[in-house]
């Protein structure tokens, strides 16, 4: 029998992740100016963006919690408007300050910085200027943007994620984008956007080849494996359609240059493809990326569209917390229809919790694909209680993240390469769509939808057991002993 500990492979990326507007706050300090994400977390009934977990002051002070966890990485994203306040034009110094300080700062406690350079944040004043990503403008204004961020920090960043779930924000389109109504009813704008970051991706991708030494593109996908509901030939086939169009669209421009050509044509029969000019297929297929990072919280369930419910839905998020108060499940007619998975379990906003799914996923894309990946988010969204005793007992996160460590051990023992885990999230940030009620962080942030309180960091049960699990690089996981943490 194999006595070696089963551990994850030497070089293996240890850390947690977060993003800019989530996290920093400061949303209109030192010369930043509003994102689109600043303006849409205004008056929705949980907290803004303004404050969030303070981390724009208080960066120090979690880094020093990263070094105690063991991180030897960590995964953040760049603020364009703290660069660039107007998206364009002139650059900011005291924005570009506070990143050279971040990663200086982890660089100092040897705690590799992976960025993303967007993350839902697009300046408002693009928006205002001319629709944001709607308009084909935002390519070069996002190139320009990309290649200051690469010639000023090329030199301390090798691995660079370039967007955070382009297949959610198109899914989410009028979430995860400001989108002036007169377009509201027209869905063929949110693939004109894809279309548009799609460009946009391929040009900084090109730049990262071009600045930096031994630099990789990548971008963080949010990815979910496609089951159908049976073994019904209509449902099977409705779980290759959502598998084309929520999957395969957006890894095969990744790394193959090409659009998915069975998405792409029902896309065309339902009016709603994006106008592709001349040069741009040209454009995507120079600027693949090497590396993909890999979002993944839940599975999804299909079947084929029942008759009553045959046309364009939209997907809508549970805004309260009660399982089965979904919004809505997404229908693409004759395509397929998202459903409640009947076989597995959710949280208390529906995500179903499926760690087979991990596995299921690493394999799938590494079959189809062949590129190296990191998981840059996975997570458990809790209503974490701080107890009188001062602590954060969140049992339920450490076991979601241990089954998900061994179905990733295992799709590496099948051969799959994965270089990391930034698990979501460091501290606890601001939920896309459900304020502070929603947490997922390593460490507990003392405030909530309220008030702000003091916002102190206070380290969760999951921190302890995460900082044992890096110190024996992921054996810790198959460690039955309920006392041993
Ligand atoms: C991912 C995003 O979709 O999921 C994060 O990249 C987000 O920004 C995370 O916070 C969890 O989603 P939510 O809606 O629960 O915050």
Redesign the pocket.
Known sequence: MDQKPKQMPKGFLWGA?T?AY?VEGAAAEDGKKLSQMDVLNQNTGFSDASIASDHYHRYKEDIALMKECGFNAYRFSFSWSRIFPDGVGDVNPKGVAFYDDLIDELLRDGITPVPTIY??DMPMALVEKYDGWISRQSVEDFASYGEFLILRYGDRIKNWLII??QS?IVEFWKKKNYIPPKYHDNPQIKFQINHHMNLAQAKVSSLIHKYVKEGRAGS?I?YSPVYGLDSSPKNMLAMLNAEDLKNHFFLDIYFKGEYAPGALNYLKEQQMAPVIHEGDMEIIGEGCLDFLGV?Y?ASKCVKYPDKEKNHLIEAK?NLTGQKGAMGAYEVMPDFYEYIKNPNADTND?D?TIDPDGMEYLLRDIYERYRIPMMIT?N?I?ARDMLEADGRIHDDYRIDYWKKHLKAIHRAIELGVEVEGFLP??FVD??????GYQ?R?GLVYVNRDDEGLKDLNRMKKDSFYWYQKVIESNGALIWNTDPFVR
């Open positions: 992740a993003s989530q993350h839902y955070n779930e959610i963080a949010g979002n919280y998020s906003w995500w988010e997570g969204g979501w999230s940030v601001l939920s896309t769509s459900n929603k997922y």
